[in-house]
């Protein structure tokens, strides 16, 4: 079965600074990651996908097949980007369609 | 821009009542999801369906809570008898026909006393 993993429950940094959460996955076929965003009481929103390979507010994250990761990053962290993260998998077979979550990392950025 | 709404936005309920959460996927999505958000589990799938039939409710306390389909328009998520560990917000998300994305609703805020 599939797995995906947030080692952080809380992330704090500064604005400005440059911000990583973390996301490893355990999946033996071939998975499509995501990550979704839930800024404060709102409904979870797509940032980013990986087949994608575009930037969303200044995000990325490359799939690294070989450290089974999917981590977010952004150079210059902004207040507005506090908010709750989940990275998610989306496995093949009759799990087709449902999406695998993280626990979610909580980033704070403080001015 | 389509959404998936859901109804109520926030309900207070005593133990021991039943709850009813009602949801519409995005027209045309054939993929229905139940998720609960709490701070201590994070985001739990409880149950999901493609085209209306129950694909799988592992997820789901059994003994209280059922999720239906009556229609392609409308989800439900029951809870019957309510209990205040069942404090959460309830999320419906719906999905493609083919598509690996899910489009989130705004959630249900449940409180039991």
């Known amino acids: 079965a599939q797995r995906v993993t947030q080692p952080e429950k809380l992330l704090s940094v500064f604005k400005g600074a440059p911000v990583e959460l973390k996301c490893n996955y355990s999946?033996?076929?071939?998975?499509?990651l995501f990550w979704y965003v839930q800024y404060s009481r709102q409904r979870l929103q797509l940032l980013l996908r990986?087949?994608s390979r575009e930037s969303i507010k200044g995000f990325t994250a490359d799939l690294n097949k070989g450290e089974t990761s999917f981590h977010l990053k952004k150079p210059f962290a902004q207040e507005e980007d506090s908010a709750m993260y989940y990275c998610?998998?989306?496995?093949?077979?009759?799990?087709?369609?449902?999406?695998?979550f993280g626990q979610g990392t909580i980033l704070t950025v403080h001015p | 821009d389509a959404r998936v709404t859901q109804t109520p936005r926030h309900k207070v309920t005593e133990m021991g009542q039943e709850v009813t959460m009602r949801c519409q996927p995005i027209l045309g999505h054939n993929t229905v999801f139940w998720y609960r958000q709490t701070m201590m589990q994070g985001l739990e799938l409880l149950a999901y369906f493609r085209n209306r039939a129950p694909l799988d409710d592992s997820g789901m306390p059994k003994d209280r809570f059922s999720a239906e389909m009556p229609d392609a328009t409308l989800a439900t998520l029951k809870i019957q008898p309510s209990e205040p560990r069942d404090s959460a917000v309830y999320f419906c998300?719906?999905?493609?026909?083919?598509?690996?994305?899910?489009?989130f609703g705004p959630g249900t805020r449940l409180t039991v006393l």
């Open positions: 990986h087949i």
């Open positions: 998610a998998l989306s496995a093949g077979g009759t799990s087709y369609g449902k999406l695998t």
């Open positions: 999946y033996s076929g071939s998975p499509e």
């Open positions: 998300a719906s999905g493609p026909s083919g598509g690996r994305e899910e489009f």
